[in-house]
């Protein structure tokens, strides 16, 4: 991604934003506000906990594959999203260590720079991003989707968020490969992990084949929300890739 002005970037995605706008020569405008994904099976509905604003010790995600890889056509991709409130936030603790959105936290990367993300149908986002070469970006974030909104469970919400962003934000793309749909459990709390890979046609940058993208989307119990991780890390960089595979296995519900 390409940032212009101060906020967004990542998903390798070309920008010129202010705060909580993408757009960019390499991906997409933003669309329409509606969320549309695969068919909603019932809603998970674990013990819900009492927040606060430190993060407990969870174990790391407990993958159990659950369906077969597809490939979609850019058409085939559905990209209307609800229009979220990614500004405004919800208060968490300030420290070096943790990232904080949506009652689940990451660990911060030292070498990465806070924000970039402020995707639009999303709420209490909070991210980090990096440079992965002249013109593209990448990042990780956590958030909060609302239910009310059309997210009514994890399965569903992971898959719809992974289609806002392949279909909102790449103008180039090809082809949207699911790797796998998983699914996950943290800290007890039941959710599913979705990775896919965008492919893109970009001339004006070469040897860029596009991002992997992996949505991981957790019913921490809290009333109305779910949680979601997001990230992206470009199609052949093995170490980002792992990197994003480590933030996932080191999230924590924020207890």
């Known amino acids: 991604m390409v940032f212009v002005v101060m906020i967004v970037a990542g998903l390798a995605l070309v920008l010129i934003g202010v705060v909580a706008v993408f ?51 850019p058409s085939e991709v559905k990209a209307k999203c609800h229009l979220g409130g990614p500004k405004p936030r919800a208060q968490h603790p300030v420290d070096d260590e943790w990232i904080y959105g949506g009652k689940i936290a990451m660990r911060r990367v030292p070498e990465w720079k806070d924000k970039g993300f402020a995707f639009l149908w999303v709420h209490d986002i909070d991210s980090q991003t990096f440079q992965h070469s002249e013109g593209w970006f990448n990042g990780a974030s956590v958030s909060a989707l609302r239910v ?6 994890t399965e569903k919400a992971a898959k719809s968020s992974l289609s806002c962003v392949a279909g909102s934000y790449y103008t180039d793309l090809t ?22 890979q965008a492919n893109v046609d970009t001339p004006e940058l070469l040897g ?33 890739i792992k990197k994003m595979e480590d933030l996932i296995n080191n999230l924590r519900v924020v207890e």
Not at 32 to 41: K, L, M
Not at 148 to 153: A, D, I, K, R, V
Request: no cysteine.
């Open 23 to 73: 757009a960019s020569t390499n991906q997409a405008a933003q669309r329409g506000y509606e969320t549309t994904a695969s068919p909603t099976p019932t809603r998970e509905s674990p013990t819900a906990t009492n927040p606060t604003q430190s993060p407990t010790k969870q174990p790391s995600p407990t993958p159990t594959p659950t369906e077969t890889p597809i490939i979609l056509k």
């Open 148 to 153: 009310q909104e059309g997210f009514e469970n």
């Open 175 to 196: 082809g949207l490969e699911y790797k796998f749909v998983k699914q996950v459990s943290l800290g007890g709390k039941k959710g599913h992990w979705v990775r896919a």
């Open 208 to 240: 860029i084949e596009g991002d992997i993208i992996d949505v991981v989307v957790i019913d921490t119990g809290a009333e109305g929300d779910l949680s979601m991780f997001l990230s992206t890390a470009t199609i052949g960089d093995d170490t980002n």
